[in-house]
């Protein structure tokens, strides 16, 4: 379609880089070819993110891999952002100098 897109991500490996890597590597191709992407994005990215985990574990649980990571991305949709993110990794966007809050971190304390 004549829709611009990008898509940023960062992961943030625990216990080793494997599931960040995979999660690099795959992530953004299933939000690619998901099929709400055209229509409803942060579905897409919602949708995304739990096929790529349960991608990543049952890899893990083959090759006996014991790592996790965080997880954060940005698709923008024409002049629309949606973000999605797991555990604590963290999305600033500073507008005109001044930062904008466009989500609260994820905090063992929080609910």
């Not at 999305?91 to 609910?111: C, S």
Request: aromatic content about 8%.
């Amino acid at each position: 379609d004549d829709i611009d897109r990008a898509y940023f991500a960062v992961f943030d490996g625990h216990g080793g880089v494997d599931a960040a890597n995979y999660s690099a590597t795959h992530l953004h191709v299933n939000v690619g070819l998901h099929e709400e992407i055209v229509k409803n994005p942060a579905e897409a990215l919602k949708c995304s993110f739990q096929k790529t985990d349960e991608m990543f574990l049952f890899k893990a649980k083959r090759e006996k891999l014991r790592s996790g990571t965080t997880g954060v991305s940005a698709l923008i949709v024409g002049n629309k952002l949606h973000i999605a993110w797991l555990g604590d990794s963290q999305v600033m966007l500073v507008q005109q100098g001044k930062a904008v809050t466009l989500m609260e971190p994820h905090k063992p304390e929080r609910e």
